[in-house]
């Protein structure tokens, strides 16, 4: 096992898990990470302003605010963790796609790559979805399942039962491992 990345690429994206964001960055310092650098979707800064993560992270950049840009980004971190990674993510850099500052940085970097994939469970269980999973871990992309537990559902303003977000003692398992650099 190798030790946790000292520089780490967070890429958000736009689900409602973002939400959740504040609690793991805390977690991750809390364990050693040292440098954290988020890269926010123009969909997720919608959901979390772009500041409120300033706090956690070294630098925060946007579609707006794409600090040195994605080459850089990708050459800086050790590796990647996409926190929240919303259907659309998933589907776009399946495809070799580069639409954002964030995917664009998925495609520049030169380090393991790791998805926390967060959506509705008929979301997660469509062929279409599934596909782009298979297709990004026959890319050497580490994708991680996501596990049943109780979520927050705009459409229903409620609590429900659905599948989230390992904790973050599991994705930090998964960035203490060693991980091949994807194809
Ligand atoms: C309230 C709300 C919650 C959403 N939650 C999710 C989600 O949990 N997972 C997901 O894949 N998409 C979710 N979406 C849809 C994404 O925001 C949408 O696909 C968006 O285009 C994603 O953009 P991005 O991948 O560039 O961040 C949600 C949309 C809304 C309005």
Known sequence: MSALPEKLLLGVSGSVAVLSLPGYLHAFRTAGVRQIVA????????????????????????DDDPAGGHVALGR????ALILPATANLLGTVAHGLAPTLLTTTVLAADCPVTFAPAMNPVMWQRPAVQRNVALLRE???DVVDPIPGAAYEVASRAIVPSIVVPPA???LERLAADAEVPA
């Open 76 to 79: 800086w971190a050790d590796r």
């Open 139 to 141: 890319d050497g992309h």
């Open 169 to 171: 003692e599991v994705l």
């Open 39 to 62: 890269v926010l979707t123009t969909t997720a800064a919608r959901f979390l302003p772009p500041s409120s993560l300033a706090v956690l992270c070294d630098r925060v950049c946007t």
